[in-house]
């Protein structure tokens, strides 16, 4: 199949097989904008994906539809990383003999060739990171484009092609890029420029071991030339690790001594966050986030290292900081509920529902904290993280445990265990209830929110899905109100 480039896109007959998703969708949109001839299907389309593709007159099929395929007669399919074979859309695909390509691949050769790619990578912090420099490029007029895994209003689309020679940042996915390559998603990025903000173990389903995450971190680090630069965090072990042989130059950031930009927070309110970051014994900046927690304070340090390392102005940097806006899903205030202040979060992990609980409490101090929490990816659904999840799950006052998304195909030993961790979570003096398993639980939540927050508690929603569709229904509720500005 030819090589799809900036001048042999146009006119191209491009089928998104998976187009639902936020980076699909946005990749689609892009090259739809970009002159392609776009069209696409997937199992179920929502807004505001829905919404943006028919609104750029994109026609789409909401379900696996071998008849959309084949009348579209594209003259390559873009095949997601969830599409698997025996998908009814992917086999008629097969049996035409349409080519094939993977995102990662259209990615690299038409909007990331002749770019400075900037990548950033990790556990955690992936898609704040990358909004936060995105939006320092824009702000700064510097010619750059971006692909973020998530929406961020003030950028508007969530991918746009940089002109040849700009700069382009996107995140940098560790998961796997096709059903017919296995490899991570990053390692088709080619990074002149690598952030690394964490490596723990993720993604079960594909990952056997921390080791082999690890591992496809180190093939990552390998790609850097010598005259490029990682930005990696001096606070994160495995971080720290896969860079100690790096060719290319290493510059680490964080809050501990080890790092050669470090932060310090000064001052945190319900508000803002401020911090300043010395460059070793020398004072860099002072620096302000319409965000809380340590988390946030390391991933604008990266960003400002990223930033540094292009030559911006770090007075003009911390003016464009102090502006951002955090991605939707990222700590974002929904609605007033029952007296309770709504906070929607992507948190899935252990590690990053401990930081968000910490984030709230730092800007919500001397307030009860009830977690609603959905065990819904490939890895909090599985037992792999049982203990740690009632360590970090333990910082919240009540605990509302939602079922383990499709229990059903896991062996119960391997299966995150809701009755242990409820034990777990009581044991440690914090109230644990269980929704009851139901095609409708999420009415089931409702009604047990309904019955245990308080006036002036904050309600935590930790899921990477729909969480049995809550933050629609508690912010349409009569008892609702909109959040106040900040």
């Not at 191209?12 to 001839?37: E, K, N, P, T």
């Not at 173990?201 to 790609?223: C, G, K, M, N, W």
């Not at 609980?357 to 919500?364: I, V």
Request: aromatic letters at 8%; hydrophobic letters at 40%.
């Amino acid at each position: 199949m030819a090589v799809f480039t900036s001048s042999t896109l146009t006119g191209a007959r491009l089928y998104f097989l998976g187009i639902g998703g936020i980076a699909m969708g946005s990749v689609a949109l892009a090259c739809h904008h970009d002159g392609a001839i776009v069209s696409g299907c997937d199992s179920g389309i929502y807004p505001p994906m829905s919404t943006m593709l028919a609104q750029s007159g994109i026609s789409f099929a909401e379900q696996y539809s071998p008849e959309h395929i084949l009348a579209f007669q594209p003259d390559a399919i873009v095949v997601g990383n969830a599409i698997s074979r025996g998908n009814p859309a992917l086999e008629a695909a097969l049996d035409a003999h349409f080519p094939l390509i993977s995102m990662p691949e259209l990615l690299r050769w038409h909007f990331l060739q002749h770019r400075t790619r900037i990548v950033v990578s990790g556990t955690h912090g992936k898609t704040t990171t990358t909004s936060m420099i995105a939006w320092i490029l824009r702000s700064c007029g510097l010619p750059s484009g971006y692909l973020i895994g998530g929406a961020v209003e003030q950028l508007g689309a969530s991918c746009v092609r940089a002109p040849v020679g700009g700069l382009f940042v996107l995140e940098g996915d560790e998961y796997d890029t096709a059903f017919f390559d296995k490899r991570s998603k990053f390692l088709h990025t080619m990074p002149h420029v690598l952030v690394i903000t964490s490596i723990e173990y993720d993604h079960a389903d594909i990952f056997p071991t921390y080791a082999s995450v690890r591992a496809t971190f180190e093939q990552l680090v390998r790609l850097v030339p010598r005259n490029g630069l990682i930005v990696a965090a001096g606070d994160d072990p495995g971080a720290r690790s896969v860079v100690d042989r790096s060719i290319a130059p290493v510059l680490r950031y964080g809050m501990s001594d080890g790092s050669q930009l470090r932060a310090r927070i000064v001052e945190c309110n319900e508000e803002r966050t401020t911090f300043a970051v010395e460059e070793g014994t020398t004072h860099y900046g002072t620096f302000t986030l319409r965000m809380h927690g340590a988390h946030n304070v390391r991933n604008a340090t990266a960003a400002i290292a990223v930033a540094r390392h292009l030559g911006l102005d770090r007075i003009r940097i911390a003016e464009v900081l102090e502006a951002f806006v955090p991605p939707k899903r990222r700590f974002e205030i929904l609605c007033t509920w029952h007296g309770a202040t709504v906070v929607d979060d992507f948190a899935h992990h252990p590690t990053a529902i401990k930081a968000t609980l910490d984030a709230a409490r730092q800007r919500f101090p001397n307030r009860r904290m009830v977690v609603c929490f959905e065990p819904r990816s490939n890895t909090s659904v599985r037992s792999v993280f049982q203990r740690e999840f009632a360590d970090a799950l333990a910082n919240a006052d009540v605990v509302v445990l939602c079922p383990v998304y499709r229990a059903e195909r896991y062996a119960p030993t391997e299966r995150l265990d809701r009755e242990r961790l409820q034990r777990d979570l009581d044991a440690r003096g914090v109230p644990c209830i269980l929704v009851p398993d139901s095609s409708d639980w999420g009415d089931a939540a409702r009604a047990i929110l309904s019955d245990t927050v308080q006036n002036g508690d904050v309600l935590l929603l930790f899921s990477n899905g729909n969480i049995g569709g809550l933050r629609q229904s508690l912010c349409s509720d009569p008892q609702s109100s909109a959040p106040p500005q900040a």
